[in-house]
Nanobody, 124 residues
Framework: QVQLVESGGGLVQAGGSLKLSCAAS????????MGWFRQAPGKEREFVSS????????YYADFVKGRFTISRDDAKNTVYLQMNSLKPEDTAVYYC?????????????????WGQGTRVTVSS
């Protein structure tokens, strides 16, 4: 059974940093692309960042470019999202997801497995 477990969320002041982790189990992690998505209250889920199966290609939403960095550690079956210069508008539940095709799609519908999410709150 595939499980994705996010951690690292919390409350931070604007300008601060957080590092999210997503630990995967029950899957061949190194074959999957991994993505991060978020959903703010009252809003649709949106793409944040993704990495292909190899980690050599990474993708970012325009609103996080230069502030967030995605990385993966296949030895630990974990994907990370380093978030710097956080803004109040980054407040959301952040979800990691696994894509079997391995490309790192920006479309959430392409992902096969999802975690339960971790809440990030950025105060002004």
């Amino acid at each position: 059974q595939v499980q994705l477990v996010e951690s690292g969320g919390g409350l931070v002041q604007a300008g601060g940093s957080l590092k999210l982790s997503c630990a995967a189990s029950g899957m061949r992690f190194s074959s999957y692309a991994m993505g991060w998505f978020r959903q703010a209250p009252g809003k649709e889920r949106e793409f944040v960042s993704s990495t292909d199966w190899s980690g050599s290609s990474t993708y970012y939403a325009d609103f996080v470019k230069g502030r967030f960095t995605i990385s993966r550690d296949d030895a630990k079956n974990t994907v990370y999202l380093q978030m710097n210069s956080l803004k109040p508008e980054d407040t959301a539940v952040y979800y990691c997801a696994a894509e079997g095709a391995g490309h790192g799609s920006t479309d959430g519908h392409e992902y096969d497995y999802w975690g339960q999410g971790t809440r990030v709150t950025v105060s002004s």
